[in-house]
């Protein structure tokens, strides 16, 4: 399960979305959230479905990635979607049990939920995918400089977004070790109770607490040996600049937000 997750992974390829400036590319993702999050109409999901497929075959990233990223939070999507079944009422009673009722608009908002949590943990997923973390470093920042005119140290608040995203996936593969070097010295980690398999965990994640500050005292290491003193007077190996995908790319989820906006007030 562990190796299943790949927030925060950068697949290099050539494709248009990875060519495209990881700043519109940050503000297209924006844009994609709040298309599923206002819309109250299935078009909403529609509008996000086409998203995620159009920026999928524009990246050349496999679909098997995506499902991949979503297989994680299938416990999260079960209990997110027995709650909304079960304890959402409205519409036609098809049956129910005591304080449980399953109905029209509980199912409707059972699908309504789920799918718009896989296409929101899909469409984010490719941002990480198609952007290396030097890149996205440079977008955040370059979005966040407005804040530099409050004295606010913009430089480091986007590298330590970016070295926390990538951390993920070390950290990911860390955990993966250790649970195997416990199994191998006789440690049950999965059977018994809730409390027993807590109880088990401990051997796991004191060692791994260990292993990510000796990781940051490395990288801080790393960093002070490079001359690295933040954002002041540093330059760009790369120069974020825009073109006409980045333009074409902002109308069409601009084009999906408008159309769901004018469906979700004209049904509601």
């Not at 925060?8 to 390829?13: A, L, S, T, V, Y």
């Not at 416990?182 to 292993?211: C, N, T, W």
Request: proline residues 4%.
């Amino acid at each position: 399960m562990l190796k299943d997750i790949t927030l925060g992974q950068f697949f290099p390829m050539d494709s248009v979305v990875h060519r495209m400036d990881a700043r519109y590319k940050i503000v297209i993702t924006l844009i994609f959230l709040v298309m599923l999050f206002w819309g109250q109409h299935p078009t909403a999901l529609i509008a996000g479905f086409l998203f995620v497929a159009v920026a999928t075959v524009c990246s050349k990233i496999p679909p098997k990635m995506l499902i991949k990223s979503i297989r994680p939070i299938v416990p999260i999507l079960i209990i997110t979607g027995l709650l909304n079944l079960f304890f959402f009422g409205g519409g036609t009673v098809y049956w129910e049990w005591k304080f449980l009722k399953l109905t029209q608009q509980g199912i409707q908002a059972s699908v309504f939920m789920v799918v718009r949590i896989c296409l929101l943990i899909a469409g984010t997923s490719l941002l990480t995918y198609t952007t290396s973390p030097i890149v996205l470093t440079d977008a955040i920042e370059s979005l966040l400089s407005p804040l530099k005119k409050l004295k606010l140290p913009v430089h480091e608040l986007a590298m330590m977004m970016t070295i926390a995203l990538r951390f993920i996936p070390t950290l990911i593969e860390e955990t993966d070790k250790i649970m195997s070097a416990q199994k191998a010295r006789g440690a049950d980690l999965e059977s018994g109770g809730l409390m027993q398999r807590a109880k088990a965990l401990v051997p796991v994640l004191i060692p791994l607490i260990v292993s990510a500050f000796r990781r940051a005292e490395e990288l801080a290491l790393a960093m002070e040996c490079r001359c690295y003193h933040g954002g002041e007077g540093r330059t760009r190996l790369r120069v974020l600049k825009s073109g006409l995908r980045d333009y074409i790319a902002l109308a069409f989820t601009l084009l999906l937000l408008a159309a769901v906006i004018v469906i979700n007030a004209v049904v509601y």
